[in-house]
Every structure is written in C-alpha cells, then in structure tokens.
C-alpha cells in the first residue's frame, strides 16, 4: 500500500478551478517531485496534502487512513511533517526554542502537570531537548542554538524549518520549494540533505519544487502537473522525456536540449 | 527544559576543580541570585512599618495581576484590556465569602480561582475569532460592563451595592511574632511566589513554547500539532486565574471591595505594567507591579497639580529607555556581564 495516496483531487476557488481530479501515489521511502509550470496547481495540490485546504472533490489518504477532513493540528501527530515555501519560523524564539516546539506533538502533558512541573512533563521537556539537540547537530545548527531565528540568514532559516519538521518524527515530509531563494552551493547542500534526511530519518518525502535540476537530481518519481491535470508521473529521466512536459514548459517547438540544459 | 529558558547550564568544568577562585566563582553564580532576590523579598518585613508595608504588599498583588495579563496578551499574543475585570470577580468572591458566610481567606481562593478561570475561558471563546484590536475591544467592554454589574441591584444582596464589602484581614496565627500588615505581607508574597513558580514553569514547557508559536505563526503552529483553539482558551482562563487570586488578595489587603476601584482605569494599570515590565517575561510583573505603584505617588511629589502629565512623561522614559522593559534591560545587562540572565526567554 503506498504510503500517501491522491485520488481524484478536486479543488476550486470560486469558478476558478485550480486542481481538476489529480490522482498520484507515493510509495514509502520515495522522494517524489511535484512540478509545473507556473499556475499548474502545485501549490493548491501541496496544501490539500498537507491540510490547509478542504478539496472541493476526491480525498487525500496517508499510509490508509483519510486525511482530508481532520483537523489540521492531527496531522503532526499522525506523522506528517511539513515547511512553507515563504519560510514560517516562530521568529521570537531562538533555533532551539524553534525546533523543540516542533517537537510539540510528541508530548501529551497539559497546562497542569506542566505548570506543576510533574516528573511526566518534565520526562518529556528532556525528550524534545535531546531530540533537539540531534538534530541540530546533524543540520549543523548546534552552534547557532540560542541565535534568535530572526537574525540569522536566509539559508539557515531554512535549515532551521527542516528540523523544526523533522521534530515531530514524521513518515512523511512535505517540502514547498525547498530550494526558493537558494543560490548555487545552497542547493547542492540542500539536495545532499534531502539523501541524508531520507536515509537517516526513515522518511518518505514530497516537494513541491521549481528548480528542475534539483527535482531531477534527488526524486525517485516525479509528478508533472499543468492546468490543474496531471501530464506525466514516472521516474524523472521519462518525466523529463515525455512530450507533454516538455510541451507544458516551452510552447509546442520542441526544444529538449533546452530543459536538459536547466 | 535545559537551554529554552535562557538557563544556560553552568557545568562546573573539571579543569575548574583545581582552581578553587574559579570554583568559588561559579558557586556564586549559581548561589547568589536566589539568595539575593530572598533576602529582597524578606527584609521589608523588618525594614519597613505600617502604611509603607501596605504599599508594598499592594505592589506584590498588582504584579501578580500583571503576571497573569502577561500570560495571556505577553506570552499567547491575545490582547485584553479588561483584565481589570478579573481582578475584580476574585476580589468580590473572596470578599462575599468572607463577609456573608464567614469562611476564612484561604478557603476563599479556590472558588475566587476557579469562577475566574471559568469567566476567563468563557472569554477566550470569542477571542478565537476576534483577533488584535478587535479583541482588545471586546475585553475593554469587560472592563466597563464588570463595576456596572456590580453594582446591579439583583446581585446587591452578594456586593453591597455602591457601598461594596467590608472585610478583615486574616489574623496572624499566634505562634508567628508578626503584626497584621507583615503578615498580610508575607502571605501575598507567599501566594505570588507559588504563581510565579508554577507560571514561570508552565512559560518553558512546551505548552508555553505552544502559545509563543501560535502568537508568532498559527499557520505553522498548527502544521506542528499545536490545537490553537485549546491552548488559547486554557490560556486565557489560566490567566484570568491568576489576575483573580490577585484580586483576592486585594480584596484582604484593602479590607474593602467597591465596585468603582475595578474600572477601566485599573485594566489600563495592569497593560502600563505589563509594558514598562517586560512582555512576555516572567520577571518583568514584578517591575511593573511596583511601577505602578509607586511612580504614580513619585509623579505626585514631583508635581501636585499635574501628576497626570509627570506620569506620562516618565512612562515615555521607561519605554523610549527599555523598548523590552525593565526585565529586557536586566537580561541584556546580565549577559553582558555573563551572568546566565535569571529572566526566561526563548
């Protein structure tokens, strides 16, 4: 059974129809790339996924269960992880306090035992600390620890959104272009993370994504969308391949050198 | 937890251990704080007498009130200008306790904190909805309706009315060697210091962190398993709470409730001292509880005839000076020296 399954997603706004009956599956352990040229509906499809909206049409099911109707707080605890494409850091708070509150769905204490400070509460306070201090060793965050997010530069930002995700041990991590606002050296470093994450964490992963060298370079299958259908879906050298996509992205002449060259 | 509430830990080095001058030092790092905000704590017991004492016990109740605001507008970001409102329900319940059915002051607290907390969550449901200065709205209205209700002649048989409530303090208990006002004292310092420590515990769990990051980012807040509606409305009633016991207190300090003392004016008072304090510090009430007590008086020295606009100009000081507050001026002092800043922040 795959592990994030879409069937026949429909959204509209209005009379706008953004997402017209896309279906996809991503199987467990998979990196799988959503793309589309501009106004294909890839972001409207990335936040059904991952709650935001409630799709006018179809469902969204992870690893078997339904998910498009619940509450969108349930999602983290399911184990659905996620970051935002314009970064969305708790920017009072330092990196730490930023990924130990994405550690939140793994505690269950209230405002009792906490203001209390029982031995659960605390047993949990010390779990998320220690979770967090793993992970900001492994994104190299551990030196930046108490930095106010807000001070730190762009890139690292992003990091920091990465182990904020990661903190509430996700199956799956949805990615919104990771690589927006990365300059060259970042998106190496960002693909070899992306490997690292997948291999170190157990995670199965879908981005949504524009610059096509890094979707090409790090999917196991890529999701080709435009005008809200889905043109191709296949492993990234047929995607790249397929007469549709490369119609969607330059116009009817065909120009293939041309994306093998982006 | 370790690290979030700026408590950096200060691990005594192995190397250090030979070198007693550097072991000594990080003793009285560690040492000297608690045992100088102690000493502070208690010395106005002897130091001080009679109405000077009261002044002061009053400035522990206003900082408890303001803790309690902070809560709820500092830490959870929901503003409330009506928690004047709250610190009023607690005062009356204690006072109506004690005056009608005799019942001793600390029975009083338990119903006082938990009508408040019910008033107070009641509250935070509209508060999902209405957001920034639609809120700050609907608290002021809180604010105005609460004295008028009081003084409403169905409940007047409970509140006395326009004349309120007359009460006295709890007796100290025989074996204590203290007069009435130090003990008075002693236990408003008491019951702030339990609020203080069960809030300053509660601002760096992960239910504290929950309400920064919903005030920072609901959107991401929410994608991280936090339930907004929930731990926003619990806020609001643990917050009311804690603005109720004040009132309580104050209600025995005083030994008199009037509906008039609860009006705008003192919800107004808390926000002044929430500001000057620190937002979203749990040090920072303690400042601006003494304030706004005592700059308002030292404002009236400096000027009888316009008090009002000395007031003002001093406000403007503080908050020009310490854009973060009194307590935001002592962190940022405290880390400069490199002393782990007793202040919690994340």
């Given at each position: 059974m795959p592990l994030l399954e879409a069937r026949n997603v429909v959204m509209r706004f209005g009379g706008v129809t953004a997402v017209a009956g896309v279906s996809f599956d991503v199987e467990a352990g998979q990196i799988c790339g959503l793309i589309g040229p501009n106004g294909a509906g890839k972001t409207t499809l990335f936040n059904v996924v991952s709650g935001i909206y409630r799709p006018s049409g179809g469902e969204v099911r992870f690893a078997g269960q339904t998910i498009t109707r619940m509450p969108r707080h349930r999602m983290a605890t399911l184990g659905i992880g996620r970051t935002f494409q314009n970064l969305a850091l708790f920017r009072s708070m330092t990196v730490r306090g930023n990924v130990i509150a994405g550690a939140h769905s793994g505690g269950r204490s209230g405002f009792l035992a906490n203001a209390?400070?029982?031995p659960s509460a605390r047993a949990e306070g010390a779990a998320a600390a220690e979770r967090t201090g793993e992970l900001l060793s492994l994104l190299?965050?551990?030196?930046?620890?108490?930095?106010?997010?807000?001070?730190?530069?762009?890139?690292?930002?992003?990091?920091?959104?990465?182990?904020?995700?990661?903190?509430?041990?996700?199956?799956?991590?949805?990615l919104d272009e990771p690589a927006g606002g990365l300059n060259h050296a970042e998106v190496d470093e960002l693909a070899e993370l992306l490997e690292q994450v997948r291999a170190g964490?157990?995670?199965?992963?879908?981005?949504?994504?524009h610059h096509m060298g890094l979707v090409m370079r790090v999917s196991d299958k890529v999701v080709a969308l435009n005008f809200g259908r889905k043109i191709a879906d296949g492993p990234p050298d047929e995607v790249r391949a397929s007469p549709e996509v490369l119609r969607a992205y330059l116009g009817d002449g065909q120009c293939a050198e041309a994306v093998h060259a982006a | 937890m370790e690290g979030v509430c700026g408590k950096p830990p200060i691990r005594p080095n192995p190397a250090d251990a030979s070198q007693p001058a550097r072991g000594a030092a990080i003793r009285l790092r560690r040492y000297l704080p608690p045992v100088a905000s102690l000493a502070a704590i208690l010395a106005p017991l002897w130091l001080l007498e009679g109405f000077h004492l009261f002044q002061l016990t009053v400035a522990v109740i206003m900082a408890l009130a303001v803790l309690g605001l902070n809560i709820v507008t500092g830490y959870s970001g929901q503003i409330s200008l009506g928690h004047g409102a709250f610190f009023a329900i607690g005062a009356y319940v204690t006072a109506a306790l004690m005056s009608h059915a005799g019942w001793s002051f600390w029975a009083t607290l338990p119903p006082s904190?938990?009508?408040?907390?019910?008033?107070?969550?009641?509250?935070?449901?509209?508060?999902?909805?209405?957001?920034g200065l639609y809120l700050a709205l609907v608290t002021f209205s809180l604010a105005v309706a609460v004295p008028q209700l009081l003084k409403h002649r169905s409940l007047e048989a409970w509140t006395g009315g326009v004349q309120g409530l007359f009460l006295s303090k709890p007796e100290p208990p025989p074996w204590l060697p203290l007069d009435p006002d130090q003990h008075m004292y002693l236990l408003a310092v008491l019951v702030a210091g339990c609020c203080f420590w069960l809030t300053s515990n509660l601002v760096c769990s992960r239910i504290g962190l929950a309400l920064m990051a919903i005030r920072d980012h609901p959107v991401a807040a929410e994608a991280s398993g936090m339930d907004i509606a929930a731990l926003k409305t619990r806020a609001f009633a643990v917050s009311a709470m804690i603005t109720g016991v004040a009132g309580a207190l104050s209600a025995v300090t005083i030994e008199y409730v009037a509906p008039d003392s609860f009006g705008?004016?003192?919800?107004?008072?808390?926000?002044?001292?929430?500001?000057?304090?620190?937002?979203?510090?749990?040090?920072?009430?303690?400042f601006g509880g003494l304030f706004v007590l005592f700059v308002p008086s030292i404002a009236e020295s400096i000027s009888r005839a316009t008090p009002g606009v000395v007031y003002g100009v001093i406000l403007i000081v503080f908050?020009?000076?310490?854009?973060?507050?009194?307590?935001?001026?002592?962190?940022?002092?405290?880390?400069?020296?490199?002393?782990?800043?007793?202040?919690?922040?994340?």
């Open positions: 209390l400070s029982l190299s965050l551990a030196p930046l620890a108490d930095m106010r997010v807000a001070d730190l530069p762009f890139g690292v930002q992003k990091r920091v959104e990465m182990a904020r995700a990661l903190a509430c041990r996700p199956k799956l991590l949805l964490f157990d995670v199965t992963i879908l981005l949504v994504e | 904190a938990a009508l408040c907390g019910i008033v107070g969550y009641g509250v935070g449901l509209p508060a999902l909805r209405l957001g705008l004016p003192l919800s107004i008072t808390l926000f002044v001292g929430m500001v000057v304090g620190g937002v979203a510090s749990v040090l920072g009430p303690v908050l020009v000076g310490m854009p973060d507050g009194i307590a935001g001026l002592i962190r940022r002092a405290a880390q400069r020296i490199g002393w782990s800043a007793e202040d919690r922040t994340t």
